[in-house]
Structure formats: structure tokens, C-alpha cells
């Protein structure tokens, strides 16, 4: 039988004065990224602890969420960790981080509009940013708008109705037009990129952060909602019926509930680590979790998380930011000291 797993620190890093919106690992897990609320980018050197980076956009906007571009192995260093933030000034910025230029600022044309959320295709070929009720998809050679993705088909889902807080692209071959997004309006949207409005939805999750991913086989779609009941949810896609809620605290105990503000599946295939955290809604910060196969193998206390990123399957990384300023770095191992998840099994 596999040996069980549990979380080892790795380093907290030092707080950069704003909180922790959003942490990104980039591709190779060298750096990590965290957007903060002063509008800066904070990229860390993943051996060291130490911020590498910082990256500044204009007006001091917050920068709600990053995303790293994907590369494939035979880029060039010039085309490598580019990396982009969504900004409440309705602005994507894309930088190079290793040279700290800012490559290209770019929005909604015609429209001043919040950008809260963002996300790559996987083959990098597009971009979509979420706003008050609008996804604007873009053209990442040209970083020209391609479609506004607004409103239902007036038969299964009216579309978004307030702010969309987080998104994510289908990531398989079979359907690199699909898109999934969710926010404050209680909803799940599925778009179709080739129509301009959502197709169908889910009612029920109430996203309030970077609390909505799909499992890499395309699958699975995790929810965390801001609420006491039932925060965190695992959906089929392709039924759109819930498979399975995830308990946060053992039966009998009379804690106070975590309201999520983020929730995330490790990058193996099935998805089969998950981390997640918010918030209390009475005084006492919040709390931070990561599950394998439904039961918890490590809590964070007394930490408001915001956000969460898992490295590589193999890497065994996992970051948390938090309201706090500052990213906590964990790894997952098992028993015996061995890394990452396709070592051991809950």
C-alpha cells in the first residue's frame, strides 16, 4: 500500500506591503509569480525564496490575476516568461520578466472596463480576460480583440450577470474554442468562442476569486463558492452534474465554516490533489487546505488565502498567497521523503 502524504515548508516569502491576489508558477517552476494590489508583480526565484522581480504598471491599478504565457520547448530565450496581469484599469500588460520590460499594454476596445481575471489557451495562440459581466478574448500575436463574449442563448443560461472573477480555457485539442467562467452572479458559464455567447451553465457556485479550474484531461471542473455550505464542488464538464462535495471539516466539529476565495487542481491529468482557502465570515482570518482523494493532508490556520498554484506533478510544489502580503511555498511529499504526488497516494 502507498504511503501516505503530507506538506513540508519550502519558505514564506517576505511581505511586499499589498495582498497576494493571484500566484502563478511559470512552466519549468523556476519562478513564481504574485500580483498585488498596488498594481506591482512580485516574481520569485523559486530556489532562493527571493524576489527576483518586481514589476511595475501604470496608475498603481490593482493587478487582480497573472498568467503565464505557454512556450513551447524550442522558444527562444527572447520569446520565453512572458508573462500577463489583468488590471482593474481594463488593461493587460504583458511583460518579459527577466528583462523587466513591459511589452505590450492592451484592453477592450472603446471600453473602460475592470479586468479581474485571465488565462492563456493552451496552445498560446489566445488570451481571454474576465470583467463586470463581458469576456474579452484576444489575439496573442497581434493582441487585437477577436470577440466580446456577453449574454446566453436566450434558451439554458442568460450568461453572466455581474463580475467574472474567474476563468479558465479547455485546454484539450478536441475543444479549443470552449471556455468556462464564474463570479459573483451564482452561475458557471460555458462559452463557445465560434458563437460569442455562453451555451449552457451551471447555477449554484458563487465565485468570489481565483476559485473555478479544470482538470488537464478536461474532465473535471472544480468550484469553490463564498458561503458556508458546501464551498467546495467536483462537476462532470460534459454533463454538468455535481460529482461530489468535499466536506472542510470533519463531521461533529463546530468551527467556524471557510468561505473560498481560491480552489485548485495539481496539474497531473485527473487532477487529483486540490487546494482551496478564503476566509471566515466572523473575526479570525481564514483558513488554507489541500485534499488527496477527499481527505485533508495539511491545513494552514489563521491565513486568509486568496490564491493558490500547484508546480509540476513532479516538482511537488504548491504557493498560497494571502491577505497577509505574503506566498507560502509547500511541497507535497509521502512518508518516506519522496516528492510529489505520482510517488504516493492518499
Known amino acids: 500500500m502507498a504511503s501516505k502524504l503530507k506538506l513540508a515548508p519550502v519558505f514564506v516569502t517576505e511581505a511586499f506591503d499589498t ?89 477592450p476596445q472603446g471600453e473602460d472596463k475592470q479586468l479581474l481575471c485571465v488565462d492563456y489557451s493552451g496552445d498560446g495562440t489566445r488570451l481571454a480576460a474576465g470583467a463586470t459581466k463581458e469576456i474579452f478574448v484576444f489575439d496573442e500575436e497581434t493582441k487585437k480583440q477577436i470577440v466580446c463574449l456577453q449574454g446566453g442563448d436566450s434558451q439554458t443560461t442568460p450568461g453572466h ?59 473535471r471542473l472544480l ?13 462532470d464538464v460534459g454533463q454538468g452534474e455535481r460529482l461530489e462535495a468535499l466536506p472542510w471539516r470533519s463531521q461533529g466539529l463546530e468551527e467556524p465554516s471557510c468561505q473560498m476565495y481560491t480552489a485548485r487542481f495539481s496539474k497531473d491529468p485527473e487532477g487529483s490533489l486540490i487546494a482551496a482557502g478564503g476566509s471566515f465570515a466572523n473575526d479570525g482570518g481564514g483558513e488554507a487546505k489541500v485534499f488527496s482523494s477527499g ?14 498554484d500547484f508546480g509540476s506533478p513532479s516538482s511537488g510544489l504548491i504557493a498560497m498567497g494571502g491577505c497577509d502580503g505574503r506566498v507560502r511555498v509547500m511541497r507535497v511529499v509521502s512518508a518516506d521523503g519522496s516528492v510529489g504526488k505520482e510517488n504516493a497516494q492518499g
Request: overall charge neutral; hydrophobic content about 40%.
Open 295 to 308: 481527505s485533508c493532508i495539511g491545513t494552514m490556520v489563521r491565513f486568509t488565502c486568496l490564491s493558490a
Open 19 to 107: 495582498e497576494a491576489f493571484s500566484v502563478r508558477f511559470n512552466a519549468d517552476d523556476n519562478f513564481l509569480a504574485a500580483a498585488g494590489a498596488h498594481g506591482t508583480v512580485s516574481v520569485f526565484n523559486v530556489s532562493t525564496g527571493q524576489e527576483a522581480y518586481r514589476l511595475k504598471s501604470g496608475g498603481g491599478h490593482p493587478a487582480k490575476q497573472v498568467c503565464w504565457r505557454p512556450e513551447k520547448d524550442s522558444a527562444s530565450l527572447r520569446t520565453k516568461g512572458l508573462l500577463v496581469a489583468a488590471s482593474t484599469d481594463g488593461r493587460l500588460r504583458q511583460w518579459h520578466v527577466t528583462s523587466g520590460r513591459c511589452l505590450e499594454e492592451f484592453g
Open 223 to 235: 468550484t469553490g463558492s463564498w458561503r458556508d455550505k458546501d464551498p467546495i464542488e467536483i462537476w
Open 161 to 219: 450577470s455581474s463580475r467574472v472573477l474567474a476563468l479558465r480555457f479547455q485546454q484539450t485539442l478536441d475543444e479549443p474554442w470552449s471556455l468556462i467562467s464564474g463570479g459573483w452572479d451564482n452561475s458557471v458559464q460555458f462559452w463557445d468562442l465560434r458563437v460569442g455567447h455562453a451555451v449552457r451553465a451551471i447555477f449554484g457556485p458563487h465565485i468570489c476569486g481565483d476559485a473555478l479550474d479544470l482538470s488537464r484531461d478536461g474532465k
